[in-house]
C-alpha cells in the first residue's frame, strides 16, 4: 500500500521536474518567436506517452523531447500557431524511424536527419518527411541487410565453407 503511495509520488515529481525542464527551453526557442505553455507541454508528454506505447518503447528520459525542441525550433516552417502540433508529429515520426531503423542509428543522428529532410527536401511538410523517411529507412534496411549478408559470406570463406 505505502509502495504504491510513494512509486506515484515520485512519478509524478519526476513529471513535474519533466515539465520544468521543457518549459525552461522557452528561454531558447522565444528568439524563434515559439513558446510552450504549461498545458502544451502537457499534452505533448501525454501524447509521446501514447507514441511510446503504441511502438512498445521505453524511454527513461525526456531527452529526445528536448533535442526535438532545441533543433526543429530554428525552422522558418515552424510557427506559434502550429508548434506544439509539429512537435507532436515528429515525436511520431521520430519513434516510428527508431524501429524502422532498429535502434541503429543515434538518437541526434536521427533528429538532423529529420531536421535536414524537413528544412531541404520536404520544405516543412509533415507528411512529406514522413514518407521520405519511410524511403530512406527502407534503404537503411536493405543497406543493413546486405552488408550483414556479407558479412556472414566472408564468415564463412574464413572456415572454408
Not at 12 to 24: D, G, I, K, P, R
Not at 75 to 82: A, D, G, P, T
Request: charge should be negative; proline fraction near 1%; hydrophobic fraction near 35%.
Amino acid at each position: 500500500m505505502y509502495l504504491a503511495r510513494i512509486f506515484n509520488s515520485l512519478n509524478m515529481s519526476m513529471q513535474e521536474h519533466y515539465m520544468n525542464e521543457l518549459l525552461e527551453l522557452n528561454e531558447k526557442t522565444k528568439e524563434y518567436g515559439l513558446i510552450l505553455t504549461p498545458r502544451d507541454v502537457e499534452l505533448m508528454m501525454a501524447a509521446r506517452n501514447e507514441v511510446l506505447h503504441s511502438y512498445g518503447r521505453v524511454e527513461l528520459s525526456i531527452e529526445v523531447t528536448k533535442a526535438l525542441i532545441e533543433v526543429f525550433s530554428a525552422s522558418s516552417f515552424i510557427q506559434q500557431e502550429n508548434y506544439a502540433d509539429t512537435l507532436n508529429e515528429l515525436h511520431e515520426i521520430f519513434y516510428d524511424l527508431k524501429n524502422e531503423t532498429e535502434d541503429r542509428v543515434s538518437d541526434m543522428k536521427l533528429i538532423h536527419r529529420m531536421k535536414e529532410m524537413f528544412e531541404e527536401d520536404c520544405e516543412g511538410s509533415l507528411g512529406l518527411l514522413k514518407s521520405r523517411l519511410e524511403e530512406w529507412a527502407e534503404e537503411f534496411r536493405r543497406e543493413l541487410q546486405k552488408n550483414e549478408s556479407l558479412s556472414l559470406l566472408e564468415g564463412e570463406e574464413d572456415y572454408g565453407i
